[in-house]
């Protein structure tokens, strides 16, 4: 140590130091709590979700409906409309996200029961896909699977939609590449090249992203959004096929939007007219 370091001016420098490397720790330890509860709190939010959407079935796979489909109409933003002629009511409202691993818990539990009451004529059954994530490579995923589902002739749409879900790529992971997605076409008979060049060219994200902004005007922060004759259903709807048969049966009528646009039928196997290109 030199003679400066020992003089009381190498001891006021030492001390500012010290008081620097200090305060840079407590710094990161503040920065440190925060981040660490940012994520507690949003693995807490994830887990209720979860939960209220599982609690009944843990991972037993529900979605088993396989008789007819009722017709499935394209609506505004990208929704899709299943109903029997002339079912106006109940509305049941799904707000997802194909990236979303809850959605795709609800889905594998409850969406044979969707498919059948549209089926049986005792509600109308709306999806309404739209783009929740706002980070890489939940985002692009997410976008890259709702413009697909956009794409895909409205005739093959459910098929489709359960098929993005059983092929959900893991949280983290880069997935729904668009060859994937032109192939997952193509193995229920899509095979018309604008529906490939609709998939490559992301000719639907328009749409995708005015989807967006619809649910988030609806009031849809957190996916899966469920709307019975648009109000939210809760954990006591949602718990089990029998739970939600008679969350629909309570709400009886209600107001639904006019259905409009391209009709088509088939059965939860994917039979249908599967002519391809891009929806009207």
């Not at 796979?61 to 079912?87: C, F, I, K, S």
């Not at 692009?140 to 709702?146: D, E, Q, T, V």
């Not at 098929?159 to 032109?182: C, M, N, S, V």
């Amino acid at each position: 140590m030199s003679e400066q370091d020992r003089g009381p001016s190498g001891a006021r420098r030492r001390l500012r130091e010290d008081r620097a490397r200090a305060a840079a720790r407590r710094r990161r330890q503040r920065l440190l709590v925060v981040v660490l509860g940012a994520v507690a709190v949003a693995a807490a939010v994830v887990a209720v979700t979860v939960v209220a959407v599982s609690r009944d079935g843990g991972d037993e796979p529900l979605n088993d409906y396989t008789g007819p489909l009722a017709p499935t109409t394209r609506l505004e933003n990208g929704a899709v409309a299943m109903a029997q002629p002339g079912v106006t009511a109940p509305v049941i409202d799904i707000y997802e996200d194909f990236q979303c691993p809850a959605c795709a818990t609800l889905e594998r539990r409850l969406g044979g029961t969707f498919k059948q009451l549209a089926a049986e004529g005792k509600a109308r059954v709306v999806y309404r896909p739209f783009q929740l994530f706002q980070q890489d490579p939940l985002m692009s995923n997410s976008r890259r699977a709702a413009n697909a589902a956009a794409c895909v002739p409205v005739g093959k749409w459910i098929p489709y939609h359960d098929k993005l879900f059983a092929e959900q790529p893991a949280e983290g992971d880069t997935g729904f590449a668009p060859k994937r997605l032109i192939e997952w076409g193509a193995d229920l008979g899509v095979t018309d090249p604008a529906f490939a060049a609709c998939v490559n060219q992301n000719q639907q994200i328009d749409l995708v992203e005015k989807a967006s902004t619809a649910a988030g005007r609806a009031g849809v922060d957190a996916t899966p959004y469920v709307a019975l004759n648009g109000a939210k259903a809760g954990a006591d709807a949602l718990g089990s096929p029998e739970d939600l048969r008679k969350a629909v049966a309570a709400a009886g009528g209600g107001d639904a939007p006019a259905t409009r646009g391209t009709r088509s039928g088939g059965n939860a196997g994917g039979a249908a007219d599967g002519s391809a290109g891009a929806p009207s």
